[in-house]
Each structure stands twice: as structure tokens, then as C-alpha cells.
């Protein structure tokens, strides 16, 4: 049996300095930039979990709230939130820290990872143990959410 894992044994956060190359035409940071450190900081966190290689397979309430401009720093707070036999749900929260180390949430996105084996196939990865009532409530939307994803899929909607 594989031993539980809690959130905040795969936790990652990840700082990024926007720079004028990777803004758009409104001077604001390129989603397509942001979604790839997004789909990093998952990807990371998801191995972290199941100790082994890991490769995305659906990108799930991608929320672009607010944006990132030119010079500022873009930190991406990434954990596990459910986990199924081999899949992984990943939340990455992104947000712009100011200089007084405040922080505005700028994106949020939910990441479903698969753990893979040595032949690319999918592996069990260790359950999710939720510690705190936020992570339980996390837990409980998280599964939810692949309810919902097993449900469109089915519908093929």
C-alpha cells in the first residue's frame, strides 16, 4: 500500500520577473507565458507527490482575474488538492507581490496531472491526507470537479 501524503509535502512556489518580452499587445503579461509557468509549477508539484514522472492532461478553471505588467514579480503558489488512483488535481495560485511583500491574486487554475511509470504508463500515486479544514474543503470541491470532468467527458461536451 502506497503510505498518504499531506499538501504541504509537495507545496512549490515558483517567482518570476516579468520582462517586456513576454508582454502582449495591452503591455501586460501573455496569458500563453503565464499558463506555461502555471503548467511548470504543476508539473513539479505533481512529482513531487508521486515521486515519479508526471504529464499533464487537462487544464481546469483557468481564471485570468487580474493582470501583470512590465518589472513586476509574478509568484506561483502551487499544491496538491485531490488525488485519484493516478491522476493528481494541482492548484496553482497566481499572484503579483508588491515591494511591501503583499500579495494580489492575479490567476487561478486547476491542473490535472497523471503519474506515469517507466513505460509512460499511468502509475498509482500515493493518496492525498488533507490536514487543515481549508485543504478538506479543497479536498471535497476537488472531487467535485473530476465528477464534473469524468461527466463531460462522458458527454463528450
Not at 39 to 46: L, M, R, T
Not at 108 to 117: E, H, I, R, S
Not at 127 to 144: I, N
Request: proline letters at 4%.
Amino acid at each position: 500500500m502506497i503510505k498518504s501524503k499531506t499538501p504541504a509535502m509537495s507545496c512549490t512556489e515558483q517567482v518570476h520577473l516579468v520582462n517586456h518580452s513576454e508582454l502582449n499587445g495591452y503591455k501586460r503579461l501573455f496569458g500563453g507565458t503565464l499558463l506555461a509557468w502555471i503548467d511548470e509549477v504543476a508539473g513539479i508539484v505533481a512529482r513531487r507527490h508521486a515521486q515519479s514522472n508526471v504529464t499533464t492532461v487537462a487544464i481546469d478553471d483557468l481564471h485570468f482575474i487580474e493582470p501583470a505588467y512590465a518589472n513586476e514579480l509574478v509568484v506561483l503558489c502551487g499544491k496538491v488538492t485531490h488525488t485519484g488512483r493516478t491522476s493528481m488535481e494541482v492548484c496553482v495560485r497566481s499572484y503579483v507581490e508588491r515591494t511591501d511583500g503583499t500579495r494580489r491574486l492575479i490567476n487561478q487554475a486547476y491542473v490535472v496531472m497523471v503519474a506515469l511509470d517507466t513505460s509512460e504508463r499511468p502509475a498509482p500515486v500515493p493518496p492525498l491526507d488533507p490536514e487543515t479544514e481549508e485543504e478538506k474543503r479543497e479536498y471535497a470541491a476537488g472531487e467535485r470537479r473530476r465528477l464534473l470532468r469524468r461527466q463531460r467527458q462522458e458527454e463528450q461536451y
